[in-house]
């Protein structure tokens, strides 16, 4: 050890005889003191020292935190002894006072709240048995002599006798358990009460079942926290205080869209800690700059955000704080600053809709540091604090130059640690140093040691000694009776069970990816979204058993509203290709697939999907920027997004419509276990679905009025010369479609109709067709073939007809009205191809009854594909093959096919301009007709075309 050293932890021994430090606000200096009280100048080498309890990442005054790993021990010893712990159900109604637990027999909060707000009687006190750990109490009530298998879990300790009361009052009954010697009466007072997570089971062992009760207690639990902080500032009164950010609490979890009720308390003991400097973080941010500052200047606590740029100058924070501190050696200079991860926009975007851009950390950092040395006075240390997560701490360890600490890595574990020493070096000519990093996971005591050279201190060693909070430390009692109003208020509506424990693992906590599969799968269900893209949601406490609604709404404190997008599906696919990998939790359709599919079917581009997400995605993460690529680009198309609105008329939160799904699927007889039911989902499933289609709708009439002057018959001009004429026509295909995993079905109607009169000729019709027909597909008794397409089978009865008879000068054709019967099998869809059928077939001219039935074969394809966003390609064939009759003639075929292709460029939703080409082959079936024949078609057209969820 150096000397240097050495006579620091000298003076650190001392530190209690050192009188009070003066600190002083560099703005609000005194007036510099008569010559001869001025003190005489501090002699290089002279040495100080400076305490500084801190704190960081410790989330608020709602943040003390239960790990049942007593409860897991037993588990696996009564496993291994062909015993077991079962049943394990979390309970919200326990308190506890010192040696004192009480716990409601039914595990209701309401339960034990009526029975210390009156007149409580208790019997006289019964043994039993217990464990003590740091983590929890082991009770087991009903036993009066020490179960063997606790003595083993026990091992190397030892169990200890309890005191168990049976306590009734107003109605209410509850269990009192004392500790060994304890045969007092609590003070009934609910004040003097802090609420417990407890956990309620069953052990079967040595033959025998008895009841549990593990009685959590909890770490880094406020009150205590609270009160170490004021015992380490009071034990020392040099010692000062400074934050590194997340001291109060963010989001409420018991009100849904608020922030946290316990806020005001955080703000409040804050000023009471006296702080020298404060670094805003995730939690204080949660509501936005606007709150935040509101909050905060009610007690004019001194936050500084080194990289916040705010544009309304009232939401302005100092970049950096300046402090002077008084020791008997002499002035201390430090330089705060404070430093925001830019990340908190993801989990803050109310920061962005105020005007407050957090940013790039290390270039505004680094240019407060060169103005600060730049200074006439420069300080004597620069003490950068911030919560910033691992890649920021990263680039602030080895980029930001001028910085001698960087207080608040709270991603160090520092449980097992006492004490961290550092000595720093110093030299002429040294390049400006990059900071010391100290971790912080809650309170540590931060010892800096300087030394004196030239005309300033500089920082020569620091100590960092992790103060953790266990739950035996005293408590600050006002904080535990402000904490124990708001919980006795809030709690007894939302205690409730909400979900049961899984099968496969009863006594585990619910993993995080389930938690996101449920809460996914229960947006999808509120808001009956195509897919659900979701930013990523915060971790859960891991408490084995069931899930209470009090702990679901502890994993759903955000701020979060739904919205819905609407996005084409002529840019569906593009989005689910590109988000894979992005989106953080998202459900209904699978990421990244070559041919996605939405709620089990292949992407359509005539649909709009909705897909649902959050305000927050929209804004703070890279999920708003693919949504926005996918929007439709035409003006007069609906909105992209909308928020989902409540039958108030208020945007509705992720937290009301998770709960509302899981309570509704809770309460549903017919769902035996809603973790099995939302987890089997997935974007295969085919739930039921009907579509109105709309394939083509397009009408035109034309009124062209000529001369009707024969003089004018020479002139070269088609529009002087050419008869009067009247032009319509139609294209028609509606259908009403119904789809599910086991069953395809639709009644559609086709119509083409085309008319030219003139005044010379009566209407010519060059098009008239009109086809009704059903049709039945049974994909569940689809037969796979490989390498190729699933085959199912498929029927479809139709008329094939037209609107008027054909008519000649010499005679009128009776009008077609060919009746259908057809059965085959149809491919399932599959990339381009939207459609193929193969079935044999019935015919019956309903215009001639006495004509014999035909037969035959026929085959239809119907192929769609999407050039990007717009374009798109489409062909259709239905062609037949008719076999010999008795009585065939002239006018029966042996061949007939139909094939259509357009491309088509959308002009608007839903409105397309298209080239298209139409073709008809035929063959007669006589020698006269033999021949093939062909007509064809091209043209332009201008159609409606959609598919519309019902």
């Known amino acids: 050890m150096s000397m240097l050293t050495a006579l620091l932890l000298c003076q650190l021994a001392t530190a209690q005889d050192q009188p009070a430090a003066e600190v002083l606000d560099e703005a609000t200096a005194p007036e510099t003191p008569a010559a001869d009280d001025t003190p005489a100048p501090t002699p290089p080498g002279a040495t100080t020292s400076l305490r500084l309890v801190t704190s960081g990442g410790s989330r608020g005054i709602g943040s003390g935190s239960y790990r049942f790993s007593l409860a897991q021990r037993v588990a696996e010893h009564l496993a291994s002894q062909s015993g077991a712990l079962q049943a394990l159900v979390p309970t919200h109604g326990a308190l506890a006072q010192g040696p004192f637990a009480l716990l409601a027999v039914d595990g209701r909060v309401a339960t034990l709240l009526d029975l210390v707000g009156g007149e409580v009687t208790c019997t006289e006190p019964e043994r039993g048995s217990a464990l003590r750990t740091e983590t929890e109490w082991l009770v087991v009530p009903d036993a009066a002599t020490t179960p063997g298998w606790l003595a083993l879990v026990a091992e190397p300790g030892s169990p200890e006798p309890v005191a168990v009361r049976r306590c009734t009052g107003s109605g209410s009954e509850a269990l009192l358990v004392a500790q060994d010697g304890h045969h007092e009466d609590p003070d009934w007072a609910l004040e003097n009460w802090e609420f417990r997570l407890a956990l309620r089971g069953e052990v079967t062992a040595e033959e025998a079942t008895s009841g549990v009760q593990f009685i959590g207690i909890p770490a880094n639990e406020a009150s205590r926290r609270v009160a170490l902080l004021e015992h380490l500032l009071t034990e020392d009164p040099d010692a000062r205080f400074i934050d590194a950010g997340a001291f109060v609490d963010g989001t409420s979890s018991v009100r849904d869209g608020a922030l946290s009720l316990h806020r005001p308390l955080g703000f409040a003991v ?217 919980r006795a208020t809030e709690y007894p509506p939302l205690d409730h069970p909400l979900l049961p424990a899984t099968t496969e693992a009863p006594n585990s906590p619910l993993d995080q990816a389930t938690w996101e599969k449920l809460v996914c799968e229960a947006v999808r269900e509120y808001t009956d979204a195509d897919a659900v893209f979701l930013p990523e949601l915060a971790r859960g406490a891991p408490i084995p058993g069931p899930l209470t609604e009090l702990l679901a709404v502890d994993r759903l404190a955000m701020l979060d509203t739904l919205e819905v997008h609407r996005v084409p599906g002529d840019r569906m696919e593009r989005l689910l290709f590109k988000s894979y990998g992005l989106v953080p939790v998202h459900c209904g359709a699978p990421l990244g697939a070559r041919w996605p599919k939405a709620r089990g079917r292949y992407i359509e581009d005539e649909r709009v999907y909705r897909i649902a997400s959050t305000d927050r995605a929209r804004t703070a993460t890279g999920v708003g920027g693919l949504l926005q690529e996918a929007y439709s680009p035409w003006a007069l198309d609906k909105p992209g997004h909308k928020p989902v609105l409540g039958p108030d008329g208020e945007p509705v939160t992720l937290r009301t419509a998770v709960l509302e799904t899981l309570r509704t699927l809770r309460d549903d007889p017919a769902v035996n276990d809603v973790i099995a039911e939302l987890t089997a989902r997935s974007g295969s499933d085919r739930p039921p679905m009907w579509l109105a289609r709309v394939r083509s709708l397009s009408f035109r009439i034309e009124r062209f009025q000529g001369t009707e002057n024969d ?128 079935a044999g077939f019935g015919l019956r001219d309903l215009s001639t009854p006495d004509k014999a039935m035909e037969f035959g074969a026929r085959l239809e394809w119907e192929t769609r594909y999407v050039f990007g966003p717009g374009l798109k390609w489409t062909s259709e064939c239905d062609a037949s093959v008719y076999g010999n009759t008795s009585d065939q003639d002239d006018s029966d075929l042996r061949f007939r096919a139909l094939l259509d292709t357009a491309i088509a460029l959308p002009l608007a939703r839903y409105l397309d301009i298209s080239v298209y080409g139409q073709g008809f082959l035929f063959q007669g079936r006589v020698p006269e007709t033999s021949d093939l024949g062909a007509a064809w078609t091209i043209g332009f057209s201008l159609d409606v075309s959609g598919a519309f969820e019902l």
């Open 711 to 838: 003089a004018y018959a020479n002139i070269p001009e088609t529009l002087a010369t050419s008869p009067s004429s009247l032009t319509l026509g139609g294209d028609l295909d509606v259908a009403l479609d119904y789809s599910s995993s086991h069953l395809l079905w639709d009644l559609r109607l086709r119509s083409k109709y085309t008319s030219l009169s003139t005044a010379d000729e009566s209407g010519q019709e060059t098009a008239d067709d009109l086809k009704p027909s059903t049709s039945v597909s049974l994909p569940g008794a689809a037969i796979p073939v490989p390498g190729f397409l699933d085959l199912m089978p498929y029927g479809e009865v139709f008329v094939d007809s037209e609107i008027t008879p054909i008519e000649s000068d010499t005679d009128t054709l009776p009008r077609q009205a060919d009746l259908w019967f057809t059965l085959g099998v149809s491919a399932k869809r599959k990339g381009i191809v939207r459609a193929l059928r193969l």
């Open 270 to 486: 804050l000023d009471r800690l006296d702080p020298l400097a404060l670094a805003p973080g995730r939690t204080e941010l949660a509501g936005g700059a606007r709150v935040f500052l509101a909050e905060a200047a009610a007690a004019e606590l001194p936050y500084v955000a080194t990289n916040w740029e705010a544009e309304d100058p009232a939401l302005s924070l100092p970049d950096v704080l300046m402090r002077e501190v008084e020791t008997e050696a002499g002035t201390i200079r430090i330089a705060f600053l404070g430093i925001v991860d830019p990340e908190v926009h993801t989990w803050a975007p109310q920061l962005a809709v105020d005007g407050v851009t957090l940013t790039d950390p290390v270039p505004a950092a680094r240019e407060a540091i060169v103005t600060l040395q730049a200074s006439a006075t420069p300080p004597d240390a620069v003490v950068v604090l911030t919560t910033a997560g691992p890649a920021l701490l990263a680039s602030l360890r080895s980029d930001l130059h001028g910085a001698d600490l960087l207080l608040g890595d709270t991603s160090a574990e520092t449980a097992r640690v006492a004490s961290l020493e550092a000595t720093l070096r110093l030299g002429p000519g040294m390049d400006p140093p990059t900071p010391v990093t100290l971790p912080l996971d809650g309170i540590a005591i931060a010892d800096l040691g300087f030394a004196r050279e030239g005309e300033r201190w500089s920082l020569v060693s620091t100590t960092v000694q992790p103060q953790p909070v266990p739950g035996d430390l005293p408590l600050d009692a006002e904080v535990r009776e402000r904490i124990g109003q708001t």
